[in-house]
């Protein structure tokens, strides 16, 4: 099986841009500050999860830094993020200053189904973060190793749950199985639940419902240095400076390495005057210390992919999450 060449660190973040904003780029932005005076941001899944912290994130960067007046918050659950998709497409019109967030699932549920649209009916703004997965169970169970969770599996596959936030057959199940393929399992024999983000993955985790959560790293690390969670691993190929404690898939001899990009789309009414100032809103961020704050805090990567080169990955990303969800047997 071929390396997950579209996730990873090398080639995925390499691209990314370090952005040096000067004073008097700031004050050329100044005079343009108040379109983006109340920026409104969807989140397509529920609170506490990966889109929910990354909109909240941009938003506090924002208004932190001085680049927006305020920014506001909607959590628009439902159909795997369908819903959200098909507000910011039927309500266009009444959309000018708002923005969607999204990931790969954006990807990955166009090609299983789960709702008719992609990407290419919104309008891309820019991609500005990525985030590792990571593997966590309870601080009390018995599993050490995410090694010891994949002979479990192969053992017993009943004797092991995963739960995501993600839909069957979404990205957190997909990078749960490719991890256990790697480490010598059958992905099919993984056993997962979904739930409606993060937040409450993490909830059915400590209750018992399931052993093993996948997820982004952000999402576990502060219970994770709390002590109510071990993240056994995190899919790179070396451990990262956010987690320097948790052991990397690489490191244990699994060759899984998976990052996700996060971003941003707009409506497809929206000018393509207006989405090339969002995008450079969002590039003059990457440039703020609240920025490195809010990234830092989450664990994750610098990544600044604009309009047409995010849309120009987001193609490529298709085409290769297609060939890996057919190897893994999630598509036919």
């Known amino acids: 099986m071929k390396k997950l060449t579209m996730f990873s660190r090398r080639g995925f973040l390499a691209a990314a841009t370090a952005v040096a904003v000067s004073t008097a780029a700031f004050g050329a932005f100044d005079a343009k500050a108040q379109e983006f005076n109340d ?22 960067a924002l208004t932190k830094a001085g680049l927006v007046g305020t920014a506001s918050y909607e959590n628009l659950s439902g159909g795997g993020g369908g819903k959200a998709i098909a507000y910011m497409i039927e309500a ?34 820019a991609g500005v973060v990525a985030e590792y997965a990571a593997f966590g169970v309870p601080a009390d169970s018995p599993y050490k190793s995410f090694t010891d969770v994949v002979e479990a599996i192969k053992a017993d596959p009943n004797s092991v749950k995963f739960g995501g936030g993600s839909v069957r057959g979404g990205m957190d199940h997909i990078v749960a199985a490719y991890a256990v393929q790697k480490g010598g399992g059958d992905a099919k024999q993984v056993k997962y639940i979904p739930y409606d983000a993060g937040g409450k993955a993490i909830a059915g985790l400590l209750s018992g419902e399931t052993e093993v959560i996948s997820t982004g790293l952000g999402e576990l690390l502060e219970l994770h240095k709390a002590g109510q969670i071990r993240i056994l691993a995190v899919t790179s190929t070396d451990r990262i400076e956010a987690a320097p404690d948790v052991p990397s898939l690489g490191e244990l001899g699994i060759d899984a390495e998976f990052v996700n990009w996060r971003g941003y789309f707009g409506s497809p009414a929206l000018s393509a005057e207006k989405a090339d100032a969002y995008a450079k809103l969002l590039k003059d961020l990457q440039a703020t210390e609240e920025w490195e704050t809010v990234r830092k805090r989450n664990g994750w990567e610098k990544f600044y992919k604009p309009r047409a080169e995010f849309s120009s990955f987001m193609e490529n990303q298709e085409k290769m999450v297609g060939d890996l969800m057919r190897e893994l047997g999630f598509l036919k």
């Not at 920026?39 to 506090?60: L, M, Q």
């Not at 967030?101 to 189904?113: A, D, Q």
């Open 39 to 60: 920026i409104h941001f969807i989140v397509p899944g529920g609170a506490g999860g990966g889109w929910d912290s990354t909109a909240r994130g941009t938003g506090e």
């Open 92 to 125: 266009a019109d009444r959309l000018d200053n708002t923005l969607m967030v999204n990931s790969t699932p954006i990807i990955v549920r166009s090609l299983t189904g789960v709702f008719p649209q992609s990407f290419r009916d919104l309008t891309p703004i």
